[in-house]
Nanobody, 123 residues
Framework: QVQLVESGGGLVQAGGSLRLSCAAS????????VGWFRQAPGKEREFVAG????????YYADSVKGRFTISRDNAKNAVYLQMNSLGPEDTAIYYC????????????????WGQGTQVTVSS
């Protein structure tokens, strides 16, 4: 059983940056697809970004393309989400999502979730 733990959330001013991390414990997830989703108050959870096991393929929601970058370091058993040019619309709880056999991409989530980390962007 793998456990996903997010970190790096916080409060930032509009235009600022944050880097989220997702660490796996319990087993390696170096061969798993991993992604990020977010859920704002009163809204449904939505896909943000996904990455395949090798890091060679990435997916992004249109709303974050050009601003967010997903990456992974399999040696550290971690996945990152670099978020730049943040705006109030990016305020949400961000969740790490992973799966050993399902590609995490728009419309498709894996079976494993972290507890989430809050990102708040002030205007």
């Amino acid at each position: 059983q793998v456990q996903l733990v997010e970190s790096g959330g916080g409060l930032v001013q509009a235009g600022g940056s944050l880097r989220l991390s997702c660490a796996a414990s319990g087993r390696t997830f170096s061969t798993w697809a991993v992604g990020w989703f977010r859920q704002a108050p009163g809204k449904e959870r939505e896909f943000v970004a996904g990455i395949n096991w090798s890091g060679g393929r990435t997916y992004y929601a249109d709303s974050v393309k050009g601003r967010f970058t997903i990456s992974r370091d399999n040696a550290k058993n971690a996945v990152y989400l670099q978020m730049n040019s943040l705006g109030p619309e990016d305020t949400a709880i961000y969740y790490c999502n992973a799966d050993p056999s399902t590609t995490v991409r728009p419309g498709t989530a894996g079976n494993y979730w972290g507890q989430g980390t809050q990102v708040t962007v002030s205007s």
